[in-house]
C-alpha cells in the first residue's frame, strides 16, 4: 500500500515531469546548463532558473527568471541566456565560472495546464570527477497529448527504512494537498487494472512478452516498476524520437511490432499526434498484408510486413514535410496498441555540385558550360568561379562571382595564350555554398609572338655576305613554342632613295642566340634586314636594325678593272632591261588577274547577313553581361555570330579577342581576367560570307554594380572596312593604270626611235645626192 501511495504522490507533486543530469565545468570558462522546450508548438512560455532542485512550484533561490517575453530578474550579470528564446533554447550560460558556483540547479517552464510544467535538475561540478547517478528507467507517458518523463529513482541498500521514511513524508505532504477525491479515484481505478492485468497474465500463453518498438525496455512486464505500469497502461505507452533530414533526400520513419508473437496487424501512419483512435491525417494505412491507402506516391512502405517492420518511407522530402508523424499498430485488446511518435524535422541542404566541362578554346579564350544540378531545397542564388595557373596553388585563384542563377555557360576572355590553366565552380545558395566541381585542365592554343626577337645586330663580313645574330623575344611575349625565324632583307638604292624587293630566308628556331649569314649580295650596297618569331600560329612582329654595308670589292689591275667595269655596266644594262621585260610581264599578269578578279567580284549578288545590334545587360565587377539582336540574315541562314574584344588603345588589327557563338545564341556572359576598358563589336556569319561590324561597345570591367546604359556606346563608323574597301580599289585602279604606263612608254620609246631611224636615212640621202650633183659639175 505504501508503495502505491507513493506512486499517487507522485503524480500529484509531478515528479514524474523531472529530469537529472549533470554537467562538469572547468573554472574560469563559461558553462552553458541546457534547458530546452518546444515553443513551435506551446509558444513563447515564461521560465526561471535557480539555485537548488525544484520545489512544488517556482524556482528555489532564483537566480534569473524570465516573462512576458524579457527577462524581469537576474541575480548576477554572470547569468546569460545566450540561446533563441524564442526557438525554445533557454540555456543558462554561467560566465567565468567558479569553484563556488558548483552545485544543483534547476530549470522551470511554465506550460500551462495541471502538472504541465517542464522541470530540469541537474548538478554542475567543478573539476571533480563525475559524481555516480543512481540507476534511472525513463517512460514517456502521454496524457491527452500531454508529454512527461518519469524518473524513478532506486537505490540497493540493505536497509529499506530511509525509503519507507522518505514515502511516509510524501504521504504527509499529499495529505496536505488536500487530494484525498483524486487519490480515491485513481485508487479504485488501479484495482481494476491490477485484476484486468492479472487475469490477461493467467490466459495469455507462457512466452517472454516483449515492448513493440523500445529495445531498452524489453521484458516489460518483469522489469518495469508497478506504479508505472499500472500508468502506462491506464493511459497508453507512446515512444518518441526526432529526426532530422535534408531538402530531396529519403528518409524512413521507423516503427517495428512483434508479428511472430502477434501476427499480422493493421497499421497506420498519420500527421500529428496520435488521437485515442486511429491516425489523424493519415498519410498511409495497411492492414497487415499489404497496403490499403496512402495519400500520395511519396509515402512507402517498405519494410516487411510479414515480420512487423511497418517503418513509413518518404521520398525526396521537402521542408513541408516537417512535423510529427505517428505510427498505430493495432493490437487486439484494451489499452494495448502500439504508438509511436517521431517529430521530422526537415531542412534546407547545400547545392550538389556540378560537372563542368569545355566547350571551346582558343588563343585567349576558354568558354565552359555546366548541367544545372539539385538547389538542395534553396533557390542557387549566385556561382562561384575559380581560375587559377595550373602549377599555382588554389589560394591564388582569380574568384568570380556570378549573380545570375539561370546562367549555365561563361566565357574567360584576356587569357595568356599557350597557357595550362585549373578551372572549378561552385553552387551558392542561403545555407552555404556546395562542394567543388570537377576540376578542369584547360590550356589555351598558340598565338603569334607578341614581342620581336630582341638583340638583333648586322655585321658585314665580306663584299657579298652579311652576318644577322638575335636572340629569341622574351618568354611571356612567345605565346607558344617558337617553331622558326623569318628572315626578310632587300637592297637599298641611293640613287632613287627606295628600296627594291623583299627576299626571305627561313631559318628553324634552336638556340638562345641565333645567327644567319645572308650570302650573294651586291658589293658595297646597303640593305635593310628584318628578324620575325614564328609559333604555329603564324609570325610575330619584327625586329630591325640600321641599314648594313656589305664590303667593298678588292680589284687586282686597272684593265681588269676595266673590262670588269665595262662588263659590269653591260651586265648591268642587260640586267636592266631584263628587269624592264620582267616588269612588264609581271605587270600585265598583274594587270590580267586583276581584272578578272575586279569582274567576278561585280558578278557576285548574293548578300551577306546585316551585323547585329550589340546592347550591354550588366557590368557586375569583371563579368560582363551582353545581349545582341540578329538583323537581316541576307540571301542564306545566319550560321553563327563572333565577338571581337580589344583594348580601347589598341587597333583592331592587333591584339584581338574572338568568340564565337551558335546562330540560336543571343546572349552571353563574359568573364574579364584583367578588368581594363575594352571595346568589343560583333559580326554576323551565314554562307555567303560576313556581316559589316556592328556598333562598338566601351566597356570598363572591374566596377561593381553598373547596369545597362551606364556604359560608352559607339556606334561603329566602319574605318577598318572602309580602308580596306579603299585599299581594294586603289588595288585594282594600279593593276590597271601602271600597265597602261607601261605600254604607252614602251610604245613612245620606240616610235621615237624609229623616227630617228628614218630622220638618219634620210639625212644620208640627202648627202649622196649632194655628191652626184657636184660629180655632175666636174
Known sequence: MRGLCFFFLSILTQVSSETFSDVIGIIGHNITLPCRYDAQANGVLSFCWGQGQLPMSKCSNTILSYSRAAVDFRQSSRYQLLGRVTDG?????????????????????????????????????????????????????????RHETSVLETEEDDDPTPTVTGNEEKFKELLEVENIARIGAIFFCSIIIILVFIFRKESEPAGTLQHLNTPAAENIYESVPMPNLLLCLLLGCVSTEGIIATVGSDVTLICNYDAQYYGRLSSCWGRGAIPNSGCANEV????????????????????????????????????????????????????????????????????????????????????????????GGSPITSYKIDLKN????????????????????????????????????????????????????????????EGPPLDM???????????????????????????????????????????????HQSVTATRELESFTLTNLKPSTKYGVLVQAKTNAGPGPASSAPLCSTLD???????????????????????????????????????????????????????????????????????????????????????????????????????????????????????????????????????????????VLTITSGEAGHQRGSQVTTVSTDTHAAASVEESHNGHLAAIVVPVVLVVLIVATITAWQLRRIKHKQGSLSVDDQWSTTLQRL
Not at 484494451?334 to 582558343?362: G, I, S
Open 89 to 145: 533554447d533557454i540555456s543558462l550560460t554561467i560566465l567565468n565560472a567558479q569553484q563556488s558556483d558548483a552545485g544543483v540547479y534547476g530549470c522551470r517552464v511554465e506550460i500551462p495546464g495541471w502538472f504541465n510544467d517542464l522541470k530540469v535538475n541537474m548538478r554542475l561540478v567543478m573539476e571533480e570527477a563525475p559524481v555516480e547517478q543512481p540507476v534511472t528507467q525513463d517512460w514517456t507517458l502521454i496524457t491527452g497529448g
Open 457 to 503: 645586330q648586322l655585321e658585314a663580313l665580306t663584299s657579298r655576305s652579311i652576318k644577322v645574330t638575335w636572340k629569341p623575344p622574351r618568354p611571356e611575349l612567345r605565346n607558344g613554342v617558337l617553331r622558326s625565324y623569318s628572315i626578310s632583307y632587300r637592297e637599298y638604292d641611293p640613287t632613287g632613295k627606295q628600296f627594291k624587293r623583299w627576299q
Open 553 to 695: 670589292e678588292v680589284h687586282t689591275t686597272t684593265t681588269v678593272a676595266t673590262i670588269v667595269s665595262s662588263s659590269t655596266a653591260d651586265t648591268m644594262r642587260r640586267h636592266d632591261t631584263t628587269s624592264v621585260t620582267a616588269a612588264h610581264t609581271t605587270s600585265m599578269v598583274e594587270s590580267v588577274t586583276a581584272a578578272t578578279v575586279w569582274d567576278q567580284s561585280t558578278s557576285i549578288t548574293s548578300v551577306p547577313p546585316d551585323p547585329p545590334v550589340v546592347e550591354l545587360k550588366e557590368v557586375r565587377d569583371n563579368t560582363i553581361s551582353l545581349f545582341w539582336t540578329p538583323g537581316f540574315e541576307g540571301d542564306s541562314p545566319i550560321t553563327g555570330f563572333y565577338l571581337e574584344y580589344k583594348a580601347v588603345n589598341a587597333s583592331w588589327d592587333y591584339t584581338k579577342t574572338v568568340v564565337d557563338f551558335s546562330p540560336n545564341q543571343t546572349e552571353a556572359t563574359i568573364i574579364e581576367i584583367n578588368p581594363s576598358t575594352y571595346n568589343i563589336r560583333m559580326f554576323a556569319k551565314n554562307s555567303l560570307g560576313t556581316s559589316k561590324p556592328s556598333n
Open 390 to 449: 595550373k602549377q599555382a596553388s588554389w589560394d591564388t585563384a582569380v574568384r568570380t562571382v556570378v549573380s545570375n542563377p539561370e546562367l549555365t555557360q561563361v566565357t574567360l576572355v584576356d587569357l595568356r595564350p599557350a597557357k595550362t590553366y585549373n578551372l572549378r565552380v561552385f553552387v551558392v545558395n542561403s545555407v552555404g555554398m556546395s562542394e567543388a566541381s570537377n576540376v578542369l585542365t584547360v590550356t589555351t592554343k598558340e598565338a603569334a609572338p
Open 284 to 375: 498511409i494505412k495497411s492492414d497487415g498484408t499489404a497496403v490499403t491507402s496512402r495519400l500520395s506516391e511519396r509515402y512507402l512502405l517498405l519494410g516487411n510486413l510479414g515480420e512487423g517492420d511497418v517503418s513509413l518511407t518518404i521520398r525526396q522530402v521537402e521542408e513541408g514535410d516537417s512535423g510529427q508523424y505517428g505510427c498505430r499498430v493495432e493490437i487486439p485488446g484494451w489499452f494495448n496498441d502500439h504508438k509511436h511518435e517521431v517529430t521530422l524535422t526537415v531542412v534546407a541542404a547545400r547545392p550538389n555540385p556540378v560537372r563542368v566541362e569545355t566547350r571551346e578554346v582558343k588563343e585567349r579564350t576558354i568558354t565552359v558550360r555546366w548541367t544545372p544540378a539539385f538547389d
